[in-house]
């Protein structure tokens, strides 16, 4: 079978989905679009800034990664609501890929950054032709979780030192971020500290209390009211009210609080990143890591939003538009995007009918670009880490873990895993054992079949479990449901717990296998029945098998076992008991 298998194209405009929606688009639906798009535009404008310092690199490059990024997914995404651009965990995981490889290099922070960019669309991509997407699967809810949380903190821990008017970078984990607060509280800077201290404080008025402007002008019930789109606008207010503060008092110059000095005016310009292949084997793990956590995440988002209007989301065609929206980051001096689930938020409650609302966006961004950057000159580094650090609070969850444990404390322990590692070690480090302790847990779960033994219920067609239920059984006949798939982690488990069955029923002749549960038998589990079949006709015991699935029927049609086998193969479980209580 070919790794790359490519299709005929039977329709090609299902690949470009925005040609539908305007084939679609009624004039009414540009009004709903505009407005959603001006006000997600003023929220995305100053996060764009704030996630561009996150990540150690210019402010321009956070928004140039709302251009070409953000339209590219519009034209080639199948979520209407998902917004893609710079997010917080893509950009932590930028920087302290970058600050790992620039000092070996020479290359300038961003020209890595856009390789990063390149990689991980290019690899998108190559999951979509290969039909790998299911890879993403590896990064389960526990592990991502588990990541975001840890992230979180260290984004949160990182913001300290500029919220105080200091110098930092990212670093790699808890301890860096530590190292870099120790022995600096004499260097605080008052009037810093009172911007971003200020800056949350408006922050969190603005999130928890907005919505009382709209009250006197709507008829809303307060709980709606709470998610309108006005009540995420507090970053442009910081920003617009700092900004004032600085100038107004010459806060950088008279007392040195830090700025974001000048940002370049209009659009950012075609760029190549560079090829230097030995840089480029060296970032392909970071960017495949980067590329995979971008994935899961924009598609959770855009799940979750589709679902809410009883929509679906194309997980296919979004590896395209996704590796498409990274490629165009890649060359036009951007970084690593993905799917932001606060500013699809707002997209979605401003009343988004179609992707022309991130378009009109965009267009809000190109404005800025061309016309405000002198604003952003002067805003204080301060209210930036404000920002950053009230964006990422939202993420942190830790009140569903006791609910999980309830329900199946496997993912729970990967979770606290996860986060342990990321915390004490690094991203990539922490998240890599965050799946192999998901993938562990699961070997070791199956490699502890359940295999039950089952009775009919009286009356009935119905079999269940003999422990759990009132049923009838027969001497001469053990039945057993096996509950897992057979494979090589479990057969020989299974193969003993069979056997054992046997031994505590000394009047067996007949053992029958339910497999209604059985969707894989690999050649261990083959192995495994070919043992039992002999074992069991050296003690004139005869093996019959129930509800196999066609697909492992058709598998095992293609050896021997079906003929070789002492019983018989029933289409049911009580056509199979009926018969074998008949044999005696």
């Known amino acids: 079978m070919a790794f790359f298998k490519f299709e005929p194209v039977k329709n090609w405009?299902?690949?470009?989905?925005?040609?539908?929606?305007?084939?679609?688009?009624?004039?009414?639906?540009f009004s709903h679009d505009a407005v959603a798009g001006i006000i997600l535009g003023v929220i995305?404008?100053?996060?764009?800034?704030?996630?561009?310092?996150?990540?150690?690199?210019?402010?321009?490059?956070?928004?140039?990664?709302?251009?070409?990024?953000?339209?590219?997914?519009?034209?080639?995404?199948?979520?209407?609501?998902?917004?893609?651009?710079?997010?917080?965990?893509?950009?932590?995981?930028?920087a302290a890929t970058v600050k790992e490889f620039a000092p070996a290099y020479s290359y300038e922070y961003l020209s890595i950054a856009t390789i990063i960019s390149l990689q991980a669309g290019l690899l998108l991509w190559i999951l979509r032709l290969s039909r790998m997407g299911g890879v993403v699967n590896l990064l389960s809810h526990p592990v991502v979780s588990g990541f975001v949380n840890a992230a979180a903190l260290i984004i949160i821990l990182s913001q300290l030192l500029p919220f105080t008017g200091q110098a930092s970078e990212v670093g790699n984990n808890t301890w860096d971020n530590l190292l870099s607060l120790s022995g600096s509280i004499e260097k605080i800077n008052p009037f810093a500290l009172a911007i971003g201290a200020g800056g949350l404080v408006v922050l969190w008025l603005t999130q928890r209390f907005g919505y009382l402007i709209?009250?006197?002008?709507?008829?809303?019930?307060?709980?709606?009211?709470?998610?309108?789109?006005?009540?995420?606008?507090?970053?442009?207010?910081?920003?617009?009210?700092?900004?004032?503060?600085?100038?107004g008092f010459n806060l950088d110059g008279n007392y040195a609080v830090s700025t974001v000095g000048a940002i370049p005016a209009g659009l950012p310009s075609l760029t190549v990143p560079p090829f230097d292949l030995e840089l480029w084997i060296d970032l392909a793990p970071s960017?495949?890591?980067?590329?995979?956590?971008?994935?899961?995440?924009?598609?959770?988002?855009?799940?979750?939003?589709?679902?809410?209007?009883?929509?679906?989301?194309?997980?296919?065609?979004?590896l395209i538009a996704l590796g498409a929206a990274n490629i165009g980051a890649a060359f036009t001096g951007a970084y690593p995007v993905a799917g932001s689930f606060s500013r699809s938020s707002v997209n979605f409650a401003a009343g988004a009918r179609t992707p022309i609302s991130a378009m009109v966006c965009a267009v809000?961004?190109?404005?800025?670009?061309?016309?405000?950057?002198?604003?952003?000159?002067r805003l204080p580094q301060a209210a930036l880490a404000a920002i950053i650090a009230s964006s990422v609070y939202s993420l942190i969850d830790f009140r569903s873990l006791r609910g999980h444990w309830r329900f199946y404390h496997h993912d729970v322990i990967t979770h606290v895993v996860t986060m342990i590692a990321v915390l004490a070690i690094d991203v990539e480090t922490g998240l890599l054992i965050g799946v192999a302790t998901s993938i562990a847990l699961f070997i070791r779960r199956s490699s502890r079949p359940t295999v039950t033994l089952i009775g009919r219920i009286p009356n009935s067609e119905v079999y269940r479990s003999?422990?759990?239920?009132?049923?009838?059984?027969?001497?001469?006949?053990?039945?057993?449901?096996?509950?897992?798939?057979?494979?090589?982690?479990?057969?020989?488990?299974?193969?003993?717990?069979?056997?054992?069955?046997?031994?505590?029923?000394?009047?067996?002749?007949?053992?029958?296998?339910?497999?209604?549960?059985?969707?894989?038998?690999?050649?261990?589990?083959?192995e495994m029945?070919?043992?039992?079949?002999?074992?069991?006709?050296?003690?004139?015991?005869?093996?019959?098998?129930?509800?196999?699935?066609?697909?492992?029927?058709?598998?095992?049609?293609?050896?021997?076992?079906?003929?070789?086998?002492?019983?018989n193969i029933f289409f049911s479980t009580d056509q199979a008991m009926r018969d074998l209580a008949d044999r005696g």
């Open 13 to 29: 405009r299902s690949y470009i989905p925005i040609l539908d929606v305007l084939r679609r688009y009624r004039s009414g639906d």
């Open 466 to 526: 003999t422990k759990h239920h009132d049923v009838e059984t027969f001497g001469h006949v053990a039945a057993v449901r096996i509950d897992e798939n057979i494979y090589f982690a479990n057969a020989n488990q299974i193969e003993n717990r069979l056997l054992k069955v046997v031994q505590q029923k000394p009047r067996t002749r007949h053992l029958l296998i339910v497999m209604s549960a059985v969707n894989l038998i690999d050649v261990s589990g083959l």
């Open 214 to 247: 709209l009250r006197p002008f709507s008829s809303r019930d307060t709980e709606e009211l709470m998610q309108s789109p006005i009540t995420r606008v507090g970053p442009m207010i910081v920003v617009l009210l700092s900004v004032l503060a600085v100038i």
């Open 287 to 318: 960017s495949a890591i980067i590329a995979l956590v971008a994935y899961v995440e924009s598609f959770t988002v855009a799940t979750t939003l589709a679902t809410r209007r009883r929509q679906r989301v194309n997980s296919h065609q979004d």
């Open 44 to 94: 995305t404008v100053p996060q764009a800034v704030a996630y561009a310092f996150l990540a150690g690199l210019p402010p321009e490059a956070g928004l140039y990664a709302c251009l070409l990024p953000m339209l590219m997914y519009a034209i080639l995404g199948s979520s209407r609501e998902l917004v893609v651009g710079p997010v917080a965990v893509a950009a932590l995981m930028v």
């Open 529 to 567: 029945l070919r043992r039992v079949n002999e074992n069991l006709s050296r003690m004139d015991i005869k093996l019959h098998i129930a509800e196999v699935k066609s697909k492992v029927m058709d598998a095992l049609k293609t050896t021997e076992l079906p003929t070789a086998i002492s019983g």
């Open 364 to 377: 809000v961004v190109v404005i800025t670009l061309i016309a405000l950057t002198p604003l952003f000159a």
